[in-house]
């Protein structure tokens, strides 16, 4: 399997379930910056695992913090 590949299955997972799960919240290209972002730092350390980089993935999603406006 090639590196893009990898990616984009790592991203599929991890989006499905959030998604499924009713996490996702925010602006879904943020989100998927933000999970993307977690598993090619992963990748870069050598990670070729699909199911961990995909549940690297929703845990750090899950556990991220949340930015609260203040203006509201």
Do not use: H
Request: no cysteine; glycine share 4%; charged share 30%.
């Amino acid at each position: 399997m090639t590196d893009p590949e990898l990616r984009a299955q790592s991203f599929e997972i991890a989006w499905k379930f959030l998604d499924q799960s009713g996490l996702l919240t925010g602006e879904p290209r943020d989100s998927a910056r933000f999970i993307l972002s977690k598993i090619d730092r992963m990748m870069l350390r050598g990670e070729r695992r699909r199911l961990l980089l995909s549940n690297a993935a929703i845990d750090a999603y899950r556990l991220r913090p949340f930015l609260v406006s203040l203006d509201a």
